[in-house]
């Protein structure tokens, strides 16, 4: 059973793997969901549905995963630790996997302070590092906290996030080291503009011999405008948009900028391409899910291999 995850089979075979966000809908209209997976298909290997990004309700990443599953789809569970103790962790660890899920994103989730319900109340029972060794100690050990064995345990491929960008630098190498340590094994970093400090990144990663231990996708994000680059480097914590790109956005009239944004993409696809270390991407088309489809074209990454 745990060969049933179609992004574990991609980058066990060596093939550059691609995945893409998808945002659940603010309502309970499954069609929302089931139109984005079908914009994705065929184009990524796997889907990430994320979990109440940004603190705003929106329809559960569980059930959307299960919705994608329905038509034909890899997704990729997103779990934060915000808004769940480790009871309620565990649990729905299994009825993920009890669903066909076989993907899980581990985070702590973005504070609820900046979404819709400032006033709810943040759980933090665990961190994500421990959510990552929870959910290997379940899938391999067969058991939950406290040791106690589960009459089947859960089928599910194990990822976490890291940001190269944010401060102190020095620290990032160390964080990501921990998060394999726990037992993570895929990891999808932050969306990546400044392409020569990843570079430098990915060469501490190197020198320690991580990229051997675990699969990194470098994440990408296309803009739509300068002003979001602007908003993004000014306004995003352990954002890195260097000057020059927003300089490049400004320097295009604002109705061709959605498509210097596309450009910019790209080309930071295919230096991901080339660089050592990196096994895939994964696109962060915010409310822009149609255009994965033209950036995965353009980079060079179709077809998708069968596995």
Same mark, same amino acid.
């Given at each position: 059973?745990?060969?049933e995850?179609?992004?574990?089979k991609?980058?066990q =075979?060596?093939?550059?793997a691609?995945?893409?966000?998808?945002?659940?809908? #603010?309502?309970?209209? @499954?069609?929302? *969901?089931? #139109?984005?997976?079908?914009?994705?298909?065929?184009?990524?290997?796997?889907?990430? &549905?994320?979990?109440?990004?940004?603190?705003v309700?929106?329809?559960?990443?569980?059930?959307?995963c299960? $919705?994608?599953?329905?038509?034909?789809?890899?997704?990729?569970?997103?779990?934060?630790?915000?808004?769940?103790?480790?009871?309620?962790?565990q649990?729905? %660890?299994l009825?993920?996997?009890?669903?066909? *899920?076989?993907n899980?994103?581990?985070?702590?989730?973005?504070?609820?302070?900046?979404?819709n319900?400032?006033?709810a109340?943040g759980?933090f029972?665990?961190?994500?590092?421990?959510?990552?060794?929870?959910?290997?100690?379940?899938?391999?050990?067969?058991? *939950?906290?406290?040791?106690?064995?589960?009459? =089947?345990?859960p089928? $599910?491929? &194990?990822?976490?996030?890291e940001? @190269?960008f944010?401060?102190?630098?020095s620290?990032?190498?160390?964080?990501?080291e921990?998060k394999? !340590?726990?037992? !993570? =094994?895929?990891?999808?970093?932050?969306?990546?503009?400044n392409?020569?400090?990843?570079?430098?990144?990915?060469g501490?990663?190197g020198?320690?011999?991580?990229?051997?231990?675990v699969?990194i996708?470098?994440?990408v994000t296309?803009?739509k405008?300068?002003?979001?680059?602007?908003?993004?480097?000014?306004q995003?914590?352990?954002m890195?948009?260097?000057?020059?790109i927003?300089?490049?956005?400004?320097?295009v009239? /604002?109705?061709k900028?959605? =498509?210097?944004?596309?450009r %910019? !993409?790209?080309e /930071?696809?295919?230096?991901?391409?080339?660089?050592?270390?990196?096994?895939?991407?994964h %696109?962060?088309?915010?409310?822009?899910?149609?255009?994965?489809?033209?950036?995965?074209?353009?980079?060079g990454? %179709? @077809?998708?291999?069968?596995v």
């Amino acid at each position: 059973m745990r060969g049933e995850s179609r992004l574990e089979k991609v980058l066990q =075979e060596g093939r550059f793997a691609v995945t893409a966000e998808c945002g659940p809908p #603010k309502g309970a209209d @499954p069609e929302a *969901i089931r #139109k984005k997976g079908k914009m994705l298909k065929g184009f990524v290997d796997s889907v990430n &549905v994320t979990d109440n990004q940004t603190g705003v309700v929106r329809l559960s990443s569980l059930a959307a995963c299960t $919705l994608l599953i329905q038509e034909g789809l890899d997704p990729v569970l997103q779990m934060v630790t915000r808004d769940r103790n480790r009871i309620a962790l565990q649990s729905d %660890i299994l009825g993920a996997s009890a669903l066909g *899920i076989r993907n899980i994103l581990c985070l702590s989730g973005d504070h609820q302070s900046f979404g819709n319900q400032p006033q709810a109340k943040g759980v933090f029972d665990i961190d994500s590092i421990q959510l990552v060794h929870l959910v290997r100690q379940m899938r391999d050990a067969g058991v *939950i906290l406290g040791g106690e064995r589960l009459t =089947e345990p859960p089928h $599910l491929f &194990v990822g976490a996030v890291e940001n @190269p960008f944010a401060d102190p630098f020095s620290y990032r190498v160390l964080r990501l080291e921990k998060k394999v !340590a726990a037992g !993570a =094994e895929f990891i999808q970093t932050q969306c990546i503009y400044n392409i020569v400090r990843f570079k430098e990144w990915m060469g501490q990663v190197g020198d320690r011999g991580i990229h051997e231990k675990v699969y990194i996708l470098g994440g990408v994000t296309p803009l739509k405008s300068a002003r979001m680059a602007e908003y993004m480097s000014k306004q995003v914590a352990g954002m890195d948009v260097p000057d020059e790109i927003i300089k490049r956005m400004k320097s295009v009239l /604002a109705d061709k900028q959605r =498509e210097e944004g596309i450009r %910019i !993409a790209v080309e /930071a696809i295919e230096a991901l391409k080339e660089m050592k270390g990196v096994r895939g991407v994964h %696109i962060m088309a915010i409310d822009w899910e149609d255009v994965v489809s033209q950036l995965v074209e353009e980079a060079g990454l %179709i @077809p998708r291999p069968n596995v």
